[in-house]
C-alpha cells in the first residue's frame, strides 16, 4: 500500500478516534488538569453515580430499548420468514423494506407526531417505543430475511413431511437455526434505539421520562462547566452499545449484506 494511503488511513482514524480520547480522557482527568495523560482519578465517576437523576435515565432507555427490541422481534420475525421462505405476489416488494429507511426521518416523523397525540402516546416511554417499533422494523426484517435465507429448504420440507405446521417449522427449526444472527438484529436495534435523541427529543417533554441522549444534553444546563461528570455519563451512555457491536458484528454485517458467512 503507499505511503499516501496509509496517511489517508491514518488522518482519519484520528479525526474519528480522537473525540472519543479526549473525552473519556476528561472523564479520568480531576477538573484543570488539561494534559494528555492526566493523572486518573474516579472522582467524576463517584459523582455521576450518587445522582438518582442517571439511573432514571439509564431505566428509561432501557425501558425503551428492550421494549423496542421486544416488539421488532415479534412483528420482524413472521414478515422476515414470509419474505424469505414463502411465494406470493408482492413478494418483489420486499426490497422497500431496505428503501424506506433511507427515507428522511422528519418527514415521517411528522404525522407520526399527530397520531401520537390522537392515541394519548405523547411523552410517554411506550410512545417512543412505537417510533422506534416504526422506524426500525425495515431494516430488521431485511437483516433477518438474509439469515433465514441461508436456512436449508429441505430441512424444513423434511420437517413438513413429519406432519410439521409451517407456524412449528418457524418456531422449532428456523428460529433456532437463525438464533445468532437474530441476536445480532436484536443488538442492532437496541444501538439505534439506545443511541437516537430525535425520537425522543420529538414527543417527550417532561424530565421524568428522559432517557440518555436527552439526559446528556440537558446535563450541560445542569452542571455548566463541569465537564468532567458530562464525559463520565458518555462514557457510560456509549458502553452497551459498544459492547454489542463488537460481540456481535460479524453477524451484523452479515445481515446488511444480506448473508450469513
Known amino acids: 500500500m503507499k505511503p499516501l494511503h496509509w496517511l489517508g488511513f491514518a488522518v482519519i482514524a484520528f479525526l474519528v478516534l480522537f473525540p472519543i480520547y479526549w473525552g473519556v480522557r476528561t472523564s479520568f482527568a480531576e477538573a484543570r488538569d488539561a494534559s494528555w495523560l492526566p493523572r486518573i482519578t474516579f472522582e467524576h465517576y463517584r459523582y455521576l453515580l450518587s445522582q438518582e437523576i442517571f439511573y432514571r435515565y439509564t431505566r428509561n432507555s432501557l425501558v425503551v430499548s428492550l421494549g423496542t427490541v421486544a416488539a421488532v422481534l415479534l412483528i420482524g420475525l413472521p414478515a422476515a420468514y414470509a419474505l424469505a421462505k414463502l411465494r406470493f405476489s408482492g413478494r418483489r416488494f420486499g426490497i422497500l423494506f431496505l428503501l424506506l429507511p433511507l427515507l428522511p426521518a422528519i418527514a415521517v416523523l411528522t404525522p407520526l407526531i399527530s397520531y401520537m397525540y390522537r392515541l394519548d402516546l405523547l411523552n410517554t416511554l411506550s410512545g417512543l417505543v412505537v417510533l422506534n417499533l416504526v422506524f426500525n422494523l425495515p431494516f ?26 409451517r407456524l412449528g417449522v418457524m418456531a ?42 436527552m439526559g446528556i444534553l440537558a446535563s450541560l444546563g ?40
Open 140 to 165: 430488521a426484517v431485511w437483516m433477518t430475511r438474509g439469515f433465514m435465507l441461508a436456512v436449508p429448504d429441505a430441512v424444513e420440507e423434511a420437517a413438513m413431511i413429519d406432519g410439521a405446521s
Open 172 to 213: 422449532r427449526i428456523t428460529i433456532p437455526l437463525t438464533a445468532t444472527g437474530l441476536f445480532a438484529v436484536a443488538a442492532f436495534v437496541f444501538v439505534q434505539t439506545w443511541n437516537n435523541y430525535l425520537y425522543a427529543y420529538a414527543i417527550i417533554s417532561s424530565p421524568d421520562q428522559r432517557v440518555i441522549p
Open 222 to 261: 445542569a452542571w455548566g462547566t463541569q465537564w468532567g461528570p458530562l464525559m463520565s455519563f458518555g462514557t457510560l451512555g456509549v458502553l452497551p452499545p459498544i459492547l454489542l457491536l463488537l460481540v456481535f458484528r460479524r453477524w451484523f454485517i452479515a445481515g446488511m449484506l444480506g448473508q450469513v458467512r
